[in-house]
């Protein structure tokens, strides 16, 4: 389709669908006689969006005269920004003709998300706070408001079409692949993501620009039970992939499995340590198999083959937690192997700060009866010694 520019006013219901959503948020005139920046931001919107596709503008302004009673229209502004794909501040600061005590509580509350964009002419006054948090988040910043709308777009790219409840789904969630397998498995199950509300995001990359956990509060109709679930957030990150390394025993019990000893936060370990199978993520790379041989090498320091790779499955690990995934393989080590393991126990691997294991080695009836690890990693050496 071509190119489309939709302009929602203060207080008016949005489109039913959408490729892209802005929000300008800003200080605004109090009076009629102050000329407002918002037309000329919707101008350089039309001029811009060239992609095929909706785009959608809020502007907090009404259609027809001054805005003079909140009344209504801050849960309006809030829900307006929520569904933004990038909230586009532009803050012309001038203390007599537009305060921005609003403008600074907004900031406030956005300006850590990743979807925002920020501007201010040169002439602006008391932007510092501002233009320093926006610094240090790597938040794109501009002193024009044509440079401002350009840096919006670069963020959204081509877009995405979004209808109903998805609408509720910022870019910088609908792509990202943990988010799309979640709702995938939601689609295939017939539920209705009916809206949500992006609550937190960790972000990584030269410029925070990859979604590696988020967290959503959804509302989602369970179409098998004709109801809305409205109570709970979704937590989810980019699945893993783990590796059972053993040497078979006469018994079950008897198998030696490789694990890794590592320091991680959540831990509520008596040593304060968490006891796993070698694994993790990447949101580089999207092969499971090849990424459970790089961890296996990162975490023991054992380089092999990918023949050697059995797969046991695909299943969440805790699904009343997160959504995420795990890729389950095993691989049967030799005696050499387990021999070397063992002189690998004092010798740390890892990456550096960000990462340190230590090798461990112990039979599966040890780990059992010792509660050595958490019931998923238990769970996951049972279902592959099987």
Same mark, same amino acid.
């Given at each position: 389709m071509a190119s489309e520019v939709v302009v929602v006013h203060a207080n008016e219901t949005p489109p039913d669908w959408w490729d892209a959503a802005v929000f300008l948020a800003g200080p605004l005139p109090r009076t009629d006689d102050v000329a407002s920046w918002n037309p000329e931001a919707i101008e350089h919107l039309r001029e811009q969006w060239t992609r095929d596709g909706r785009l959608v503008v809020f502007t907090p302004e009404l259609r027809a005269g001054v805005l003079s009673d909140y009344t209504g229209q801050i849960e309006w502004e809030h829900r307006g920004m929520h569904d933004a794909d990038v909230v586009l501040f532009w803050v012309p600061r001038d203390l007599e003709t537009m305060p921005a005590f609003t403008t600074n509580i907004e900031w406030g509350i956005w300006y850590g998300t990743g979807k925002v964009v920020y501007g201010a002419p040169p002439t602006a006054e008391k932007n510092e706070y501002l233009h320093y948090l926006a610094e240090a988040h790597g938040v794109p910043i501009a002193d024009r408001l044509d440079k401002t709308v350009a840096a919006a777009l670069a963020m959204i790219g081509d877009g995405a079409r979004r209808e109903g409840g998805e609408r509720s789904i910022p870019l910088l969630l609908w792509r990202a692949a943990s988010f799309q397998t979640w709702y995938r498995a939601q689609l295939h199950a017939g539920n209705v993501l009916e809206g949500a509300s992006l609550e937190w995001t960790f972000r990584v990359g030269e410029d925070n620009e990859s979604v590696m956990f988020w967290a959503a509060h959804v509302q989602v109709r369970v179409t098998a039970e004709d109801r809305v679930k409205t109570n709970e957030v979704v937590i989810s990150r980019p699945d893993t992939s783990q590796v059972l390394l053993y040497r078979p025993g006469a018994t079950v019990d008897e198998t030696v499995v490789v694990l890794v000893r590592e320091f991680r936060s959540p831990a509520s370990t008596s040593d304060g340590f968490v006891h796993e199978l070698p694994g993790g993520s990447s949101r580089e790379q999207a092969d499971p198999a090849v990424?459970?041989?790089?961890?296996?090498?990162?975490? =023991?320091? @054992?380089?092999?083959?990918? %023949?050697? @790779?059995?797969?046991?499955?695909?299943?969440? &690990? *805790?699904?009343? &937690?997160? +959504? /995420? $995934? +795990? /890729? @389950?393989? *095993? +691989?049967?080590? =030799?005696?050499?192997? @387990?021999?070397?393991? $063992?002189?690998?126990? %004092? &010798?740390? /691997?890892?990456?550096?700060? =960000?990462?340190? =294991?230590?090798?461990?080695?112990?039979?599966?009836?040890e780990i059992r009866r010792r509660g050595l690890v958490d019931w998923a990693t238990l769970g996951m050496i049972a279902q592959a010694l099987g």
């Open positions: 990424q459970a041989r790089e961890e296996v090498e990162e975490e =023991t320091g @054992l380089a092999f083959s990918a %023949d050697r @790779l059995r797969p046991i499955g695909v299943r969440q &690990v *805790a699904a009343t &937690v997160s +959504a /995420h $995934r +795990a /890729h @389950l393989y *095993a +691989a049967e080590i =030799t005696e050499a192997e @387990l021999e070397w393991f $063992r002189a690998q126990r %004092d &010798v740390p /691997h890892g990456e550096g700060d =960000t990462e340190r =294991t230590w090798v461990e080695i112990a039979s599966y009836g």
